[in-house]
């Protein structure tokens, strides 16, 4: 049954799914990695594709939108609507440590948040979310044995872009926090509370420390090797096809 956030049909959905935040990469990566695609939802303009990699596994595409709340939506209506049971978050972020160039990969194997996600739980203490083991094992592995500069550790889930506070990312820094995107904590209680399973992975796209922009072109170059990162990492989890 399609949600009022999703239009597919149940069975439209692989059982792995890679979420780019931009709808617009969910279908560059379903026209550049893909075959035999089949647009199956695009309720506002967040488009999901469902196709086959170039290894024949049945995989999915579909935009999370940006920030908790996003994906948060999309995310529980795959696990819990459509049987999905692998989400990759493949994204940007802003570095916190000066150890850490652009293009460099994360891995968020652990989340922190500024949000309020975790209040829903009535937890009577201080939660951790966190990307399934075998998923971060799989991407660490992949990113290897392509060279590519991977570092695993803690991501800052934020609420905010545009912070007020100039000076509060420090603190994070200070508490070895990787760097910041504003997706990953929700994804990962999502997951743990349908018992699922979630990854994010991120490519650096600014710094904190290092002034430099990168070009569209560059940045487009640099989420690529990710996604082929991802992709590696979702086809072991993927079912076999019908
Ligand atoms: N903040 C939050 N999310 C981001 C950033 C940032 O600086 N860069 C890329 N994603």
Same mark, same amino acid.
């Given at each position: ?12 959905? !692989?059982?792995?799914?890679? $979420? /780019? ?11 550049? =990695?893909?075959? @035999? #695609? ?24 579909? !935009?999370?939108?940006?920030? $908790? /709340? ?11 609507? =459509?049987?999905? @049971? #692998? ?46 083991? @075998? ?108």
């Amino acid at each position: 049954m399609p949600t009022p956030h999703n239009s597919a049909n149940p069975g439209d959905f !692989a059982n792995v799914v890679l $979420m /780019p935040g931009d709808p617009l990469r969910a279908k560059l990566i379903a026209d550049t =990695y893909l075959h @035999d #695609v089949k647009l199956v939802t695009s309720v506002r303009n967040i488009y999901g594709y469902t196709g086959y990699t170039k290894n024949g596994k049945k995989i999915s595409v579909m !935009a999370s939108g940006m920030g $908790m /709340p996003s994906i948060g939506i999309y995310s529980y209506e795959l696990y819990s609507r =459509y049987d999905v @049971d #692998v989400i990759i978050r493949v994204g940007t972020c802003g570095a916190y440590q000066e150890n850490i160039n652009l293009f460099d990969i994360i891995v968020g194997s652990v989340a922190s948040t500024d949000s309020n996600w975790i209040h829903q739980y009535g937890l009577n203490g201080h939660y951790s979310a966190g990307a399934d083991f @075998d998923l971060v094992e799989a991407a660490v592995n992949s990113a290897r044995k392509k060279n590519v500069p991977v570092h695993v550790g803690n991501v800052l889930s934020s609420d905010i872009f545009y912070n007020a506070d100039k000076e509060g990312w420090k603190k994070w820094a200070d508490m070895n926090v990787l760097a910041v995107e504003m997706e990953a904590f929700s994804l990962y209680c999502n997951a743990a509370k349908l018992k699922k399973k979630a990854l994010c992975l991120l490519t650096v796209s600014d710094s904190f420390l290092i002034r430099e922009e990168l070009t569209p072109e560059q940045r487009q170059n640099g989420l690529l090797r990710m996604i082929e990162i991802g992709i590696e990492a979702g086809e072991k989890f993927a079912k076999e096809s019908e």
